[in-house]
Every structure is written in C-alpha cells, then in structure tokens.
C-alpha cells in the first residue's frame, strides 16, 4: 500500500514546476551550466522520458517474476536525444500526460499487485510502493536541480 505522502507526492509534486519555472527566461531554462552538466530542460526532458521508462518498469514488474531492473542511463538510451531536442513546452505537456497515465496505472493496482518487486542493482528487491518512493524522490532531486539552474542567472 502506498503511503499517504507517496500518494499525495504523486498527485502533487508535479505542481512545483509552475513555481520553479515562473520567472525563468527560456535563455535560463535551456543554458547548461559552466560545469557542462545538464540544463533545466534537460533536466525536465529526463523526467519526462523517465516516466516512460517508470511505467514500462512497472508493467515488467506486474508480468514478470521479481526482474531484474537495470539502473537507467540517459546517456545509454537511444531515445534520450530526440527527448532532450524537445522544446520545453513538449516536455511539460508530455510529462503531464505520462504522469497522469501513470496515476491511472497505480491507481488501478490491487494490494497483490503493489506488493509485486521488481530488482533494482543497488537497491536490491523493492515492491512497488518502494518503487514509486525511490521514483518521487528521483523526481525531487532533478526538481531541485531545475531551480538551481533557473535561478543561477538570477
């Protein structure tokens, strides 16, 4: 079962992107910073393909017998590059989408199913409650990132 935080987290975190990106010039959003790291947008591009990897990762979970999950790489997946050509816009009207078909897809769970594990290489066997936590808390962290890079020009 999931937890009362975790369930609101899924229903709401999504809503702080209004805040974070409020006041941010599209130059703020799209400049990477001296470091070479990734910009805002590539940060919100990755949450957005990660959501489509997330729902495929829950849906092997739901078919397959605990498997094994490998830790996911933007820099491994072909996919990445056509994501990160977006224009914010897309990007934010494709991980509403995601996130909503997301919603729907936990929603629709029974106890038995979101007791199912799939495992991950670091964090060993995690059922779906855990993995929708370890999901939200990915989210936060590039969340947090996004606000740095948005406000750095500030």
Known sequence: MLTPSASARLLTQLESLTLLLADASPAAITRRPTSGKW???ENL???????????????????EDRPQLARYRAEDDPEWPGWAELSTEEVLKRIHTLRRDLIALIQ??????????????ALGPMDIPLWIEFFLLHEAHHFY??????????
């Open 145 to 154: 990132v996004v606000m740095q890079r948005v406000r750095a020009s500030q």
């Open 45 to 63: 591009a990755h949450l957005a393909r990660y959501h489509e990897i997330f729902l495929e990762r829950l849906r092997r979970i739901l078919r």
């Open 39 to 41: 910009s805002a947008h």
């Open 108 to 121: 629709s769970l029974s106890p038995d199913q979101l007791a199912r594990a799939g495992v991950h290489p």
